[in-house]
């Protein structure tokens, strides 16, 4: 069965922390690894990552993926509170335009 | 440009009692999905429509879930009847479709289903 989990489920760091979200994939045909961040309402389209090694970038945020150990991962530096969200995790399949997604990691910065 | 544009927002309802959920697409994208996320959950997907047909509905509970997409733009969710265990957010999504970034969805603010 195609699963994407991701860790840890819940985090609470202070304004300025450096925070990494993990994500490992088990899915068939593996094509790309996406990341979404959603806050109270509808995800929003944060990187698509589809080669090993190349990390994509986006002011503070930072990404990447190892298609060999299954897994990427989610950098955010100097966290602010603005960046308190649950982030998602999906990975799609070769020939479909199915993503599978993970439950998320629940982000809080405190002031 | 307009997103993805979803209604109503939220609706209660007893169980038994039918509810239908719309969504209207990005312009020019074929591809229209239906998710459901419940609490603490990622979204799961219901049915996924290349233009007007359903190419993957294997997740959608099709005793009391149906959907279309006439005209291939927007798309109608139904349930009947709903269930307590039908309450979460059902979240519409498109993208330009098959081999254009694929993988690239862009979602709707969702509709909140509480069934009492």
């Known amino acids: 069965e195609d699963k994407v989990v991701q860790s840890p489920l819940s985090l609470v760091v202070h304004e300025g922390d450096t925070v990494t979200l993990n994500c490992s994939y088990e899915?068939?045909?593996?094509?790309?690894l996406l990341w979404y961040k959603q806050e109270k309402k509808a995800p929003t389209f944060l990187f698509m990552l589809?080669?090993?090694?190349i990390e994509k970038k986006s002011g503070r945020l930072s990404s990447i993926l190892d298609k060999k150990e299954l897994f990427s991962i989610l950098n955010i530096t100097a966290t602010q509170t603005g960046d308190s969200a649950v982030y998602l995790c999906a990975a799609t399949q070769g020939g479909s335009e199915k993503l599978v997604f993970g439950k998320g990691t629940k982000l809080t910065v405190n002031p | 440009e307009a997103g993805v544009v979803q209604s109503p927002r939220y609706k209660i309802i007893e169980k038994k009692q039918p509810v239908a959920f719309w969504c209207n697409p990005i312009?020019?994208?074929?591809?229209l999905y239906w998710y459901r996320q419940n609490l603490g959950q990622g979204p799961e997907l219901l049915i996924r429509y290349e233009n007007e047909e359903a190419v993957d509905d294997s997740q959608l509970p099709k005793d009391r879930f149906s959907a279309e997409r006439l005209k291939g733009v927007d798309s109608t969710l139904k349930i009947q009847p709903a269930e307590l265990g039908d309450s979460a957010v059902y979240l519409c999504?498109?993208?330009?479709?098959?081999?254009?970034?694929?993988?690239?969805?862009?979602f709707g603010e969702g509709s909140r289903l509480t069934v009492l």
């Open positions: 589809t080669s090993s090694g």
């Open positions: 899915v068939t045909n593996f094509r790309s």
């Open positions: 999504a498109s993208s330009l479709g098959p081999g254009r970034i694929a993988g690239e969805l862009f």
């Open positions: 312009s020019g994208h074929n591809t």
